[in-house]
């Protein structure tokens, strides 16, 4: 067994060179290179020679291990794992040595904004981005108690940081487990589409993942794991959904309506955090005659995993992210599929999507010190170049370009991907070939999905949909089409960030209603975590709050160490509550409607049905600031930016 919990699956039963040298087969040699200077002090390896390949269809480039390089590189690395001392412990850099190593990873200098951001992102601390007290731990007002509301990778985070600092909580979880979307999406072959190696909290090193791109179960596996080892999951109330909270400024504490179990409960709280993320809400079909169909309609966030397909005629209505995911799991079983498809999308390939990790491999992150961490280090910086996609270049433009030379060259790629998946299909090429740029919505990962559309039992369906009938879909050009199941993948409500529940803070208006309204442009909040007139309330997985490139749990921990800084803030002050200035939310929102001009989002062509931009033609997903920047602004909680009650 592991640490961890799991069997071991690394674990060989002889290693020799031969097992090693499959090890090294599949190893990322750069990485490796930094780990084995870090063991052994060997200053040639800082010296070998790097070289660049084409990465995003060669519209950018990234920095490897040249190929003179390569047997110098595995002939130490062999030596030393056939000859690696059993108490070898390993040693945190200082920042000074990190800083050097990051540099020389790819032969780059750092800016001092592009280290702090970094920094972190090797976790060789053991828990980077954790909140302190600022001066040891104080007594705690008795009493004091915070609300999380939502057990997912967010609503974890903030348990963690909170049990860390002896601060009282609850996490209210309306399902009767963990995992967020995690638990609540079932749907054939639901899976993460960025790997596990960003995918997952860097406070919890070297997780025995048994794929690169975990399923659904695994992730729920990890973390309940997660949970349970740092204390939070005996905080967790299970069957619990929060429909109200309204906030008393004469007691400083929200109060709660709590339906637990089927039972209306009234509680309280000091604080409450909001982490029910972003796909929390179905967005349910709206086509006439949908009540008078006689077969199955089930949305793909609310599968059971015990769904019928074989043999059946099924339809999968969307193509985004879900709808690809699913199609070729459905494809395999079902007699018949009918693909509807609204607006093509720009669907790529990932390396090792579906692939499950080695033996050797898992042996190797297990065995070579550092490897683990500098294996998650290339993979968190290896697309930070990927955000000059994103922003169009006027002078390009005026010369005839689309968006930039890189994003032209990017769509010109993803173009020849879809002619090489389909050849000799034009017909299917002109059905299936965007109009917009590519990254201006979200990209969709391949899974066998134009491969699919060549099988004898799919059928691609473009023409709208004109209404249900009591035995299938009827399309706009007349035809009508059986189906005994149909799959919505329509996605989600992603304007109501906090809903069912309703919160009332200081105003008059709920929180609902004030993001409602079309003078402000829709959901808006303080670095995306929180809203003046709502005190001690913050958001995780607020407006604008997703990171252009990266990894979203880094993000998911920065916010909620925020969060647990400002309840340190309120703690230590002595305050009853905080509630962000009307004059600092407005000045961040002014600068971020300002900087979003600039990029994809709002280029002729994205906007329309585009999920990142709401119904007042506001983009509200996305954080508009490169990655660096971004942390800048929320590297640390600013009393100033707060009135304190």
């Known amino acids: 067994m592991t640490e961890h919990g799991r069997i071991a699956t690394g674990e060989p039963q002889q290693v020799d060179e031969a097992f090693i040298g499959r090890a090294l087969d599949d190893a990322d040699l750069n990485a ?4 084995l200077y870090q063991a052994t002090g060997d200053e040639s390896l800082l010296e070998l020679p790097l070289k660049t390949t084409p990465m995003y269809g060669g519209a950018l480039n990234q920095t490897v291990l040249a190929e003179e390089a390569v047997p110098v590189l595995r002939a130490k690395a062999t030596e030393f794992l056939l000859a690696k001392p ?17 540099e020389a990873f790819r032969e780059e200098k750092l800016t001092d904004r592009e280290w702090a951001y970094r920094r972190d992102l090797a976790a060789f601390d053991d828990h980077p981005r954790l909140a302190q007290w600022t001066a040891g731990r104080p007594d705690v007002p008795e009493g004091f108690e915070v609300a999380v509301i939502g057990s997912g990778f967010g609503g974890i985070a903030v348990a963690v940081q909170l049990e860390h600092l002896g601060i009282p909580y609850t996490v209210y979880e309306r ?49 309940q794991h997660v949970a349970k080892k740092y204390g939070v999951y005996e905080h967790i109330s299970f069957g619990s959904d929060v429909r109200e909270a309204a906030f008393d400024p004469e007691t400083g504490r929200w109060s709660l309506r709590v339906v637990v179990d089927g039972e209306t409960r009234e509680l309280t709280a000091n604080a409450v955090v909001s982490a029910g993320g972003l796909f929390a809400t179905p967005k349910r079909l709206d086509v006439p005659g949908i ?33 690809v995911q699913m199609m070729s799991s459905v494809r395999s079983r079902a007699a018949k599929v009918g693909v509807f498809q609204r607006t093509p999308q720009w669907i790529s390939p990932r390396e090792r999507y579906g692939d499950p990790i080695p033996r050797e491999t898992r042996w190797l992150l297990d065995t070579m010190p550092y490897y683990w961490n500098w294996y998650c280090y290339s993979i968190a910086t290896l697309r930070l170049g990927g955000q000059v996609l994103q922003e169009p270049d006027p002078e390009w ?21 879809v002619k090489s998946k389909l050849p000799g299909r034009p017909d299917l090429w002109d059905k299936l070939i965007p109009k917009h740029a590519p990254m201006a919505r979200r990209l969709i990962v391949d899974n066998g999905w134009y491969a699919s559309l060549l099988e004898d039992n799919v059928e691609l369906v473009t023409e709208n949909i004109e209404r249900f009938t009591p035995t299938g879909i009827r399309t706009a050009d007349g035809r009508e089409r059986d189906y005994d199941l149909v799959f919505t993948a329509t996605g989600f409500e992603t304007q109501k960030y906090l809903w069912p529940t309703v919160y009332r803070g200081l105003g008059e208006r709920t929180l609902d209603e004030r993001w409602s309204d079309p003078a402000g442009g829709g959901p808006r909040a303080y670095l995306s975590i929180t809203v003046p007139d709502f005190p001690n309330l ?5 407006p604008n709050s997703q990171n252009r490139s990266g990894s979203l749990i880094v993000w998911m921990e920065t916010w909620a160490r925020y969060t647990a800084e400002g309840l340190v803030a309120l703690i230590e002050g002595g305050h009853k509550y905080l509630t962000v200035r009307q004059d600092v939310f407005d000045d961040y929102n002014r600068r971020l409607d300002e900087e979003m001009l600039s990029l994809i ?13 709401n119904e007042f033609g506001r983009q509200q997903v996305n954080a508009p600031w490169r990655l660096e920047e971004y942390h800048r602004v929320l590297e640390r909680f600013q009393p100033s930016d707060y009135h304190f009650g």
């Open 32 to 35: 490796l290179r930094l780990a």
């Open 86 to 102: 059993a108490d070898f412990t390993e040693a945190v850099p200082d920042d000074a040595e990190l800083r050097r190593l990051y």
């Open 175 to 223: 399902r009767q487990e963990l995992g967020g979307t995690w638990s609540s999406n079932a749907y054939p072959d639901v899976r993460v589409d960025t790997t596990n190696f960003l995918y997952q909290f860097f406070f919890e090193k070297n997780y025995p993942w048994t794929e690169y791109f975990a399923r659904a179960g695994e992730v729920r596996e990890y973390l």
């Open 291 to 323: 009540e008078d169909f006689r077969g199955e309609i089930v949305h793909t966030a609310e599968c059971t995993g015990q769904e019928r397909l074989d043999g059946r005629n099924v339809a999968i209505i969307g193509n985004g992210s879900t709808g």
């Open 397 to 417: 433009q005026a010369a005839g370009g689309l968006v930039n030379e890189a994003n032209d060259s990017y769509r010109a790629s993803l173009t020849e991907y």
């Open 538 to 542: 913050f958001v995780i997985y607020g």
């Open 601 to 613: 989002w709002y280029d002729k062509g994205s906007k329309d049905r585009n999920y990142y931009v």
